[in-house]
Each structure stands twice: as structure tokens, then as C-alpha cells.
T-cell receptor, first 110, second 112 residues
Framework: QKEVEQNSGPLSVPEGAIASLNCTYS??????FFWYRQYSGKSPELIMF????GDKEDGRFTAQLNKASQYVSLLIRDSQPSDSATYLC??????????FGAGTTVTVRA | EAQVTQNPRYLITVTGKKLTVTCSQN?????MSWYRQDPGLGLRQIYY???????DKGDVPEGYKVSRKEKRNFPLILESPSPNQTSLYFC???????????FGPGTRLTVT
């Protein structure tokens, strides 16, 4: 079982719609959860982090965490063509290692 | 400007020829890490360091070495590269292990 699994995608959404990305993790001791965005040929950059159960909103992005279900998600509202990228879920494990999912590629259709 | 730098950005080498990829950060971060990124596998952690002289294995450490003699530098050493180490490598740093990672621009390594 992989440490972090993401829905494989690719995910294609029309401009203005909501993109929903999901991530599950295996280590119950994980405490910190991150979403990174990676444009083609570029380095990952942080979009959101979340530590507590519930929702966290930042502009058009909302991260949701459910530790009991070992599930973290990212919603992108009012999707724009500039949101077209690969989104990486990352989980900081109890042993200080950081595990990434394989990523979900999102394409926003104009 | 706060940044993580890596050198070289591109490298083509032959099997068995030792190489070093340098990584430096100017943010006084304690935690530094190396990742490799392969299609379909995402980012996988090779080694990490929680502070000077403190390093530990990530999930895929075989065939790699690291050192942390200064806080700002964290070089990745491949003593005897093999073709299965052909990959895109990222160095990253953060204030602490559970904080945001700042990534370098990446090094694309090809081993023939």
C-alpha cells in the first residue's frame, strides 16, 4: 500500500467550475498535510497546508482534512486556465519523512 | 531573494562515474531534503537532514549519500551512478520538518 494515494486523473473541468482533488494516506500518526502545485517543467510550490480536522479556505482554494478517515482533499473554485497543473498531496509522517502522492493533473478548459 | 539553488541543472554522465549535485539555501532553514521525481511515481524522498551533522534515510536512499557540514549546504552524492538513477532531482528546505518545503529548480540527471 502506498503511503499517499491520489485520484489518478487527469481531471478536466470547464472554466469557472469546481475542481475536486482527493488524497488518502496510510500513516495514522501523520500530523501535517500539504497541497503543492507543479506546472510542467517547474518546481512544486505550496498552495495550502492543513493540520486540524475540518476545512481551511484561502481565496479560491479550500483544503479539507478528516483524520479519522485518513483523507484530505482540495477544492478549487471558479477554476481558471492558469490552474492547469499537476497537484501533489504531501503528508508529513510521524518519523519526520515527507511522502508525496503521484499527483493529479488538472486541465481547465476555456 | 530567498531561494534554494541547485547545480548543475542538467547532467549527462556514464555508469560508475562519481558525481555530486550541490544544493544551497539562504533562508537559514534547519530541515533540508532531497527528492527524485519519476513519471507515475511522484516525488520520493531520498535523504533528509534535520540540522547540521544530522541526516537520515528517506524512502529511496540506496545508491545515494549526503552530508550536512554547514546549515546552508546539502550536497547529494552518487558514488557509482547507474541507469536506474536517471531522474529529475529536487532539493528542498524548510524551517522545520512539518513546515512548507521550498524547492530548488531541479536537476535532470541522465546516466547512460
Amino acid at each position: 500500500q502506498k503511503e499517499v494515494e491520489q485520484n489518478s486523473g487527469p481531471l478536466s473541468v470547464p472554466e469557472g467550475a469546481i475542481a475536486s482533488l482527493n488524497c488518502t494516506y496510510s500513516d495514522r500518526g501523520s500530523q501535517s498535510f500539504f497541497w503543492y502545485r507543479q506546472y510542467s517543467g517547474k518546481s512544486p510550490e505550496l498552495i495550502m497546508f492543513i493540520y486540524s480536522n475540518g476545512d481551511k479556505e484561502d481565496g479560491r482554494f479550500t483544503a479539507q482534512l478528516n483524520k479519522a478517515s485518513q483523507y484530505v482533499s482540495l477544492l478549487i473554485r471558479d477554476s481558471q486556465p492558469s490552474d492547469s497543473a499537476t497537484y501533489l498531496c504531501a503528508v508529513n509522517r510521524y518519523d519526520y519523512k515527507l511522502s508525496f502522492g503521484a499527483g493529479t493533473t488538472v486541465t481547465v478548459r476555456a | 531573494e530567498a531561494q534554494v539553488t541547485q547545480n548543475p541543472r542538467y547532467l549527462i554522465t556514464v555508469t560508475g562515474k562519481k558525481l555530486t549535485v550541490t544544493c544551497s539555501q539562504n533562508m537559514n532553514h534547519e530541515y533540508m531534503s532531497w527528492y527524485r521525481q519519476d513519471p507515475g511515481l511522484g516525488l520520493r524522498q531520498i535523504y533528509y537532514s534535520m540540522n547540521v551533522e544530522v541526516t537520515d534515510k528517506g524512502d529511496v536512499p540506496e545508491g545515494y549519500k549526503v552530508s550536512r557540514k554547514e546549515k546552508r549546504n546539502f550536497p547529494l552524492i552518487l558514488e557509482s551512478p547507474s541507469p536506474n538513477q536517471t531522474s529529475l532531482y529536487f532539493c528542498a528546505s524548510s524551517e522545520r520538518e512539518a513546515y512548507e518545503q521550498y524547492f530548488g529548480p531541479g536537476t535532470r540527471l541522465t546516466v547512460t
